[in-house]
């Protein structure tokens, strides 16, 4: 990391700009985060944000040729392919830990592939608050491609309403008020002028949708999708009137089929000093001699839900559906940044937007995930410091 700006910031860190932050942030458009905001920004040297840049690309190579859709056509679940799907994700996200390479330098590590919306922005208000609080330094960004903070709403206003009115685009969820990321959607919502609905407040008549807006029957025309397939098949509580995989009347702001077409489905395809051996479980005739060296991930888990570091060949013969899995090299994630106490480990998202009449995805934004734990993830930096949610600043290249 900039060592510099990293000890000026731990020297000059105090519990009290912090706590200040954490409440300006929250007070900003009415709602607290409900996950650790990391107390610190990471401050990226000109070589490691080259070297994650170069790590897209190679994945771009790959997820943006002809045909890569129709290629990755079985990574969508029986029953769950929504129809109208679009050519290319508007959204797409690839994670990268922060490793140790052959020559003992950090090399950035593909973890996961995204083909779905990330915290946009609660990132935006996040650069905001970083800023205020902490000497972050005016020469750092944490944008690519020299956009500020109007150019950056502007991007996603268009993506999300594309050519509708504001109340006649909603944010999608399954009962979106119990989610961890409630507070993007509420500087979103805020932000764009449309409503957060949940998935059972939405009316199927004939092929068209409409919801509540103040009292008002509304034709919903676009919606920013938020939905996770695999969280609303456990809530049998919800009563609706319409399935996602219907054919309705209506514009997908991120289509659903991208959040199985673009995903840990992708890994395999992409050779890549940048991303780890990783193979289909289905596809492994021979478990690796070192199998202690590899980490068994389910294919459409989020959030780290299922992940086993220490598989066995008895648990991997056990598993009933091996085509849903992917077993994949473990990686080193060094512990980089200083804190006042233990240092961390990072992982970086690199986040992406493709508008509609665009050739190429554009790099946007990043989010940091700072851990000390055995894992990226709340459930394992429980009563730690300095961990979380975070945002990488660096200079422009």
């Not at 449309?194 to 919903?220: H, P």
């Not at 940091?368 to 734990?373: A, E, F």
Request: glycine letters at 6%; aromatic letters at 12%; one cysteine or more.
């Amino acid at each position: 990391m900039i060592q510099d700006f990293r000890r000026q910031h731990n020297d000059t860190f105090t519990n009290a700009a912090y706590e200040g932050m954490l409440n300006w942030l929250g007070a900003q458009y009415g709602q607290q985060p409900s996950f650790h905001v990391a107390e610190t920004p990471v401050f990226i040297p000109d070589a490691l944000r080259d070297d994650l840049v170069a790590a897209c690309n190679d994945v771009l190579e790959v997820v943006t040729q002809k045909g890569f859709a129709e290629r990755s056509r079985a990574a969508i679940p029986p029953g769950e392919f929504v129809p109208n799907q679009d050519e290319h994700p508007l959204f797409m996200q690839f994670d990268f830990g922060l490793c140790e390479g052959a020559d003992g330098r950090v090399l950035p590590q593909l973890i996961e592939c995204q083909g779905f919306p990330s915290l946009y922005f609660f990132q935006y208000l996040l650069n905001k608050s970083y800023r205020k609080f902490f000497p972050v330094p005016e020469e750092l960004t944490c944008w690519f491609g020299g956009v500020d903070e109007t150019e950056y709403l502007s991007i996603f206003s268009k993506a999300i309403l594309g050519n509708h009115a504001p109340e006649n685009v909603i944010l999608l969820e399954v009962d979106p008020a119990s989610q961890n990321t409630r507070i993007d959607f509420t500087v979103c919502c805020a932000e764009l002028g449309i409503a957060e609905v949940c998935i059972s407040e939405v009316e199927l008549d004939g092929n068209k949708l409409y919801y509540n807006r103040q009292g008002q029957r509304t034709e919903v025309k676009r919606i920013y999708n938020r939905v996770i397939f695999d969280e609303l098949k456990e809530r049998d509580d919800l009563k609706r009137t319409f399935n996602m995989v219907e054919e309705i009347e209506v514009e997908w702001a991120g289509h659903p089929n991208w959040f199985f077409l673009l995903s840990k489905y992708t890994l395999p395809m992409i050779d890549s000093k940048f991303v780890p051996d990783t193979r289909f479980l289905h596809e492994v005739t021979e478990l690796p001699a070192n199998l202690e060296d590899y980490v068994l991930k389910p294919l459409y888990s989020f959030a780290g839900a299922g992940v086993d570091l220490y598989p066995t060949a008895e648990k991997i013969a056990a598993i009933e559906e091996p085509e849903h899995f992917i077993l994949q090299k473990k990686v080193n994630y060094l512990p980089l940044v200083e804190t006042l106490d233990d240092p961390a480990r990072v992982e970086v998202r690199m986040m992406f937007v493709w508008p509609e009449n665009e050739d190429r995805p554009r790099l946007i934004n990043n989010l940091v995930r700072l851990s000390k734990g055995e894992m990226i993830g709340v459930k394992y930096n429980k009563n730690k410091t300095w961990v979380g949610g975070s945002l990488g600043y660096f200079r422009e290249g």
